[in-house]
């Protein structure tokens, strides 16, 4: 026969296995809404200069190529109408940006397309 103790550490067990199943199925479900989103949107290319470059290392044990291939690159971009955004982009993309470019910036949702630089005069 269990004992109050067991049976009060087996529903608090239970309420945090479902808590943590029911984060990840909302994660999961919010991920999919944006990307849904984003593909019903029509692509937009605007006038915009980058203003910042980041990229997060993700608390991993992973070493060499894997723990790069883990790294989260992002770019921040101030558009013509003063507002700034700041979206995920490639190593690739993140590497091509340069800080202080100003050029076109397409963008679908959320969703970075690319940014072609413009020669200043």
């Known amino acids: ?66 723990r790069a291939m883990a790294m989260r690159y992002s770019a921040t971009f101030l558009m013509e109408d003063g507002d700034e955004v700041e979206m995920e982009v490639s190593f690739r993309q993140y590497d091509q940006l340069v800080e202080g470019a100003h050029g076109r910036l397409t963008y679908q949702g959320n969703r970075f397309q690319g940014f072609e630089p413009v020669q200043q005069a």
């Open 1 to 66: 026969m269990m004992t109050i103790l067991e049976m009060l550490l087996a529903l608090i067990l239970l309420i945090l296995a479902v808590s943590v199943f029911s984060a990840l199925i909302m994660t999961v479900a919010g991920v999919l809404y944006q990307r849904n989103l984003d593909k019903k949107m029509p692509p937009q290319t605007v006038e915009a200069t980058v203003v910042a470059k980041s990229q997060s290392d993700p608390p991993t044990h992973r070493r060499g190529a894997a």
